[in-house]
């Protein structure tokens, strides 16, 4: 760097890129400004890659979609997914001069299923309706799970580096709960305006709540960390109370529920609830449903509570309004729409991101809403796992169920042999967060944007570096032990 210094026509290039600027801003032009910021990030990408992955999380609450600012179907999030297309790069780069990877981080079963997935991805963009829309999703998560996943599970080898992500992409979360709220406040608290004072850092009030509900189990677990002083334990308490009123407020039926869903999941591994006893209250729950079915049935056609309410028992009471919601009701259009997609292409689907393009003429008349359209250009599935039916034949749903099974199998097993401490504490409340989005997962899908992406894989990285570091104990090695004991 020092030599580079000494180079004089570095001053001169300097001078030159200075008065062209310059007379560019003159003109009205601004695009030359850019260059130094580039320049600036592919400094850091070579010299600094762990910095950079940092500087991705903080900004990831923050970034925003330039779609939603210029007249192009292109959806590209700035400042993040430029970056972590770099990222990508430099780590193929990286790949093909040595390995980096630990064999061990690839045969995790976790990692086989994510390959397992990106090939079928793969399979599934030649035979896409719509293959450079597919590519495109295809690259998409790619530069979203190699960076965030594969390399996060290196960069969390350092326990420091599993807070520096949780904080930072926290802290950065917090200025846009302040910034929703103010604009809230401003409007009154009105439930109409919680659909869009979030804007433009997030879409809407569900996408929004969402993300709030999958970090907020994640704060209780800062909270405890032992080595907290009383002003940071006081601190953490108002991030609770803050961002608990931010999900009220979100007016997001599905966050609600979800955050209730991780608090009973916590029980059960809290109180260490045997399988057996879970398997037949599933199965009792089943039985119940299929005898009252038609009961139940009665009872959703009755339910005419809306969702557009700023009174929370109706609007949790609206989740079973089946006849009048006109949320509910589309959503089970595209669900829908979504399976008679699968009948006809059941095992490669129609490609991978294609789903808004091509389910308009799969909707019924008798199920259409007012909020439908039929240039089916308002979104996707609503479904983390009907999508990829659609999208990506039976395969990719299956791969998708797997690979949630075995995060909540590979944390549960994790946190039950892990030792006392202020990390597994933590990584349990990260597992509760993302059993809230997986959950969330059946009625909404955001792991097309980095705002649940990074967050959601980011966890799954700390627990699968979790469970390589604290490795199952085999049956013959407790034997062996026992006899040595003996």
């Not at 677990?221 to 601190?235: C, D, E, I, Q, T």
């Not at 803050?242 to 979800?258: K, Q, V």
């Not at 034949?393 to 909540?408: E, K, N, S």
């Amino acid at each position: 760097m020092k030599a580079i210094l000494k180079n004089k026509s570095v001053y001169l290039i300097a001078a030159l890129f200075i008065a062209a600027n310059l007379f560019f801003l003159w003109r009205g032009e601004i695009l030359l400004n850019a260059v130094p910021i580039a320049l600036l990030l592919v400094y850091v990408a070579l010299y600094h890659f762990e910095q950079l992955f940092l500087f991705v999380v903080m900004f990831t609450p923050l970034s925003v979609n330039i779609e939603e600012f210029v007249s192009s179907d292109v959806g590209l999030f700035l400042p993040t997914e430029p970056i972590l297309f770099g990222m990508l790069l430099i780590i193929i780069l990286n790949q093909m001069k040595g390995n980096q990877f630990d064999a061990r981080i690839i045969r995790h079963p976790i990692s086989i299923i994510f390959i397992l997935q990106l090939l079928w991805i793969g399979v599934t963009c030649i035979t896409s309706e719509l293959p450079m829309v597919s590519a495109k999703f295809l690259m998409t998560k790619l530069w979203f799970i190699v960076p965030i996943f594969f390399y996060g599970v290196i960069f969390f080898r350092k326990e420091k580096n599993i807070k520096w992500f949780i904080w930072l992409y926290i802290g950065s979360l917090t200025v846009v709960v302040l910034y929703t709220l103010t604009n809230h406040a401003i409007n009154g608290f009105d439930e109409e305006s919680g659909h869009w004072v979030m804007f433009p850092f997030f879409k809407d009030h569900t996408s929004y709540g969402a993300i709030l509900a999958l970090v907020y189990p994640v704060l209780f677990g800062l909270l405890f960390g032992k080595k907290n002083s009383a002003p940071m334990r006081l601190f953490i308490i108002g991030l609770i109370v803050l961002f608990g009123f931010a999900i009220i407020m979100s007016y997001t039926r599905a966050a609600w529920i979800t955050l209730f869903g991780a608090l009973l999941v916590y029980l059960v591994i809290r109180f260490r609830v045997k399988f057996q006893y879970l398997a037949i209250l599933s199965l009792g729950i089943l039985v119940y449903v299929a005898v009252n079915w038609t009961s139940i049935m009665h009872s959703a056609e009755k339910n005419n509570a809306e969702h557009a309410t700023e009174n929370m028992n109706e609007r949790l009471e609206s989740m079973t309004n089946v006849t009048t919601d006109a949320s509910n009701l589309e959503r089970l259009n595209r669900w829908g729409c979504a399976i008679r997609l699968w009948q006809e292409r059941p095992i490669v689907g129609w490609g991978p991101g294609t789903y808004a393009m091509v389910y308009a003429p799969f909707q019924l008349a008798s199920g259409k809403t007012i909020i439908s359209t039929n240039s089916g250009n308002r979104g996707n599935a609503h479904s983390e796992y009907l999508g990829p039916l659609s999208e990506q034949g039976i395969p990719g749903m299956l791969l998708m169920i797997v690979l949630v099974g075995y995060i909540c199998y590979t944390a549960v097993t994790l946190y039950l042999r892990m030792p006392e401490g202020e990390m597994r504490t933590i990584m349990l409340t990260l597992f509760l967060g993302l059993v809230t989005y997986f959950a969330h997962g059946i009625l909404n899908n955001y792991l097309d944007t980095d705002k649940a992406t990074i967050p959601v894989w980011g966890f799954t990285a700390i627990i699968v570096m979790l469970d390589l570091k604290y490795p199952k104990v085999k049956k013959k090695a407790i034997e062996d032990k026992e006899d040595v004991v003996e």
